[in-house]
């Protein structure tokens, strides 16, 4: 088995797992908008359900669930392809993009499932809530992030490389 396959799996097993499990921690323990303060004006744990996107874009659609499934399989079977790609030198992409692939897996579960998506991370500044997430939203916005760092640092050295050659 290759590194970048194992990382993915690995990766992708662990993710999908806490993420699965609070949703069913959530889902059986609280009732739907129920909140419970963790830190005052900062963070709770509140059970709401997204039928959209973040946001709750397209929420109101009648083609939302078929859309998001689509969405999710393609983005999934991006990944892989991506990786494929990929040499086997760049495992910092590769679990950014293993990061991403789990939560975008994590979701497309919950919309199969229940045709929307268990979110209870509520992080907010007093009255001003940030929309609620959950673990498969924080893996994914963590994969784009170090993707985005890995590429700015690649980029950055390919540059200084260029510079030192040019002297």
Do not use: C
């Amino acid at each position: 088995m290759s590194s970048k396959l194992r990382i993915l799996l690995i990766t992708a097993a662990i993710i999908m797992a806490l993420d699965q499990a609070t949703k069913l921690y959530i889902d059986h323990s609280f009732r739907l908008y129920e909140s419970v303060t963790v830190i005052e004006n900062l963070f709770n744990i509140t059970y709401v359900r997204n039928q959209g996107a973040a946001f709750g874009i397209l929420s109101e659609s009648a083609y939302r669930i078929p859309f998001f499934i689509t969405v999710s399989l393609v983005a999934a079977v991006g990944i892989l392809w991506y990786l494929s790609r990929l040499g086997a030198d760049k495992k910092k992409a590769v679990f950014a993009l293993s990061l991403i692939f789990a939560g975008a897996l994590g979701n497309l579960i919950d919309r199969i499932r229940f045709g929307e998506v268990i979110d209870f991370l509520d992080v907010h500044w007093h009255q001003y809530h940030w929309p609620a997430f959950n673990m498969a939203d924080s893996a994914i916005t963590v994969g784009v992030a170090l993707l985005l760092i890995d590429i700015w640092r690649e980029e950055r050295q390919q540059k200084n490389t260029k510079q030192t050659r040019q002297s």
